[in-house]
């Protein structure tokens, strides 16, 4: 016989089975040695009290053997020699894209303009430590796309709670940890998520899908208003009449060629500012409210929201335990992200502390589609420029920042190619510093301590979402004005992480292969 139950339990037997039997013979009064197991089904954490407590959904197996069942992949089938779809990008869209080509009988091939996980490590380290940015290979750019050495956390909005299951089963069966199906808030860390890519990438090429590195397309060729092919960097060009456009929120140089070719682009609504780093101590302090977390409840996270006359500001990708990553995908810019590791065992948390970019806000760049994506640029570039021109980053501490103050020095940051202190009101528009300068001190009223000089405010956070969208038909999926061509992830507008892209992946899979039927 199998029960379901919801139970509240102490952090420390929440995660071991023995107590875990025992508390619940005693709330459901079964006899201890009738329970073979109990599994956890969900977990959440509750710190609103002051004794703090786990909330579990569990399922009790009672004089019942338990047998344990994880996620195996679809039955995906051989593709060689089957009609192509073309993918550019091979973010979390792309492939999740590509595996849906498959499991539906068509030859996914992907063209990508970064590098293989591994060769692209090495990319990295050049950024971190020599401050040299590679436009094709960067924490943004190359295998797995933004998702490969990013947080990994795996929470979305999106309200159809099948997609995401999907989805979480899928990155289970790839070779996430389990947890991820059961945690409120899943996370899978920068360590593990290389390994599952590259399994995403083998499964591709195992059953007769292509995934082609190094291959950046800079060209589009349409005929009467449809695809019919893409030129790449090197000069081949390969014909297509399905094409899945993937290629994340930082490709400016697609958003510029589909502007130059006449093709319908918009700019959008987005958000801006700056990354936030705090003792992790500190954070676990205000979050649980006791002297520390202890060893069974882990690194504190949390999520700030704000009205500052008028205007949104809140907290974005918050990392705990986690570094603060070089982002820029150009030379002569500074971007800031973060990113943890699974165990999150950094001593430092860091957040994107972001405030709404409306179209009012950059119309200063014209009515042009570009418009908002320049205001971007113009930011992220300032920052460079004060920053000493290498990938610094310019920072101040938190109460300065607020008063406007220049930081007479800065504690050390988890960010790898350094900070220089700079009064970054001469960097942000004005309403954005503004904006944070009260927010931060509105967040302190939320979280006691949370305002404090410990704090090191980091510019600039400014690839939160694209600032451009890609219109496409609600019912096929394919863009408004050339048929054939399927606007798809986050760059495109149609995702806001790595689940909805994945999401939004197989959506444009089954959309483009549906009308390959036809
Ligand atoms: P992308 O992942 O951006 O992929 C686009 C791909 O297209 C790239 O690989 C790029 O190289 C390729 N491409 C671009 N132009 C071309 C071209 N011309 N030719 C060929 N290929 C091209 N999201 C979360 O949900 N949780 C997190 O914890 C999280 N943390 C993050 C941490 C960091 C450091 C970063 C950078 C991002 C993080 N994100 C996180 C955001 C997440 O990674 C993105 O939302 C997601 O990857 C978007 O997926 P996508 O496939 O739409 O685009």
């Known amino acids: 016989m199998q029960h379901e139950y919801n139970i509240q339990v102490p952090p420390e037997t929440a995660g071991n089975q023995e107590a875990l039997k025992q508390f619940v013979s005693k709330h459901a009064e079964i006899s201890l040695h009738e329970i073979s197991h109990i599994r ?50 091979a973010g979390p869209a792309g492939l999740f894209a590509a595996l849906r080509c498959i ?32 436009e094709d290979s960067n924490y943004c750019f190359g295998e797995g796309g933004a998702g490969t050495y990013s947080d990994g956390k795996l929470y979305t909005r999106s309200k159809k709670r099948g997609d995401v299951n999907r989805i979480l089963e899928l990155f289970v069966a790839f070779g996430a940890t389990d947890q991820i199906l059961v945690e409120a808030h899943p996370h899978i860390g920068t360590n593990k998520l290389p390994g599952i890519i590259q399994e995403m990438t083998k499964t591709i090429l195992d059953n007769g899908g292509e995934v082609l590195f190094e291959s950046r397309v800079v060209d589009i060729e349409v005929r009467n208003n449809e695809v019919a092919g893409v030129a790449l960097a090197t000069g081949t060009k390969i014909p297509a009449k399905k094409l899945i456009l993937a290629t994340g929120h930082s490709a400016r140089d697609i958003f510029e060629l589909l502007h130059k070719k006449d093709i319908l682009i918009e700019a959008k609504s987005f958000a801006l500012g ?19 977390r202890g060893e069974f409840l882990p690194p504190s996270a949390y999520s700030l929201v704000k009205q500052v006359e008028g205007r949104g500001v809140y907290s974005f990708c918050m990392c705990p335990g986690g570094i603060i990553a070089p982002c820029a995908t150009s030379p002569g810019e500074i971007v800031t992200n973060g990113w943890s590791p699974s165990r999150r065992d950094q001593p430092t948390a860091n957040s994107g502390i972001v405030v709404e970019v409306r179209p009012e806000d950059y119309k200063i760049f014209g009515n042009s589609p570009l418009a908002a994506l320049n205001f971007q640029k113009q930011v992220e570039q300032k920052a460079w420029l004060e920053g000493g021109k290498t990938q610094t980053a310019p920072a101040q501490r938190m109460v300065d920042f607020s008063n406007g103050k220049l930081s007479a020095d800065l504690p050390e940051s988890s960010y790898k190619p350094g900070i220089a202190s700079v009064e970054l009101g001469s960097i942000l528009p004005e309403f954005i510093y503004r904006t944070l300068q009260k927010g931060f001190q509105e967040f302190g009223k939320s979280m006691r301590g949370y305002y404090t000089n410990e704090a090191v405010v980091h510019a600039t956070e400014s690839r939160t979402s694209s600032p451009v969208r890609i219109p496409r038909d609600r019912e096929t999926l394919e863009h408004v004005q050339i048929k054939g061509l399927y606007p798809c992830g986050e760059g495109a507008g149609y995702a806001g992480g790595i689940v909805s892209a994945a999401i939004d992946g197989e959506k444009c899979a089954e959309k483009a292969v549906g009308a390959m039927k036809n």
């Open 274 to 292: 700056v990354r936030i780093e705090h003792p992790q101590v500190l954070i676990d302090k205000i979050q649980y409210n006791r002297k520390d």
């Open 40 to 89: 956890i089904l969900k977990r959440s954490i509750d710190a609103r009290q002051k004794a703090i407590k786990v909330n579990l959904r569990v399922l009790v197996f009672v004089q019942e053997d338990f047998k344990e069942q994880k996620p195996s992949l679809p039955n995906y089938r051989n593709v060689t020699g089957a009609e192509e779809v073309i993918i550019i990008g």
């Open 103 to 134: 499991e539906l009988g068509k030859k996914p091939i992907v063209l990508e303009r970064g590098k293989d996980v591994r060769a692209r490590r090495r990319d990295l380290k050049k950024l971190n430590i020599e401050h040299i940015v590679n």
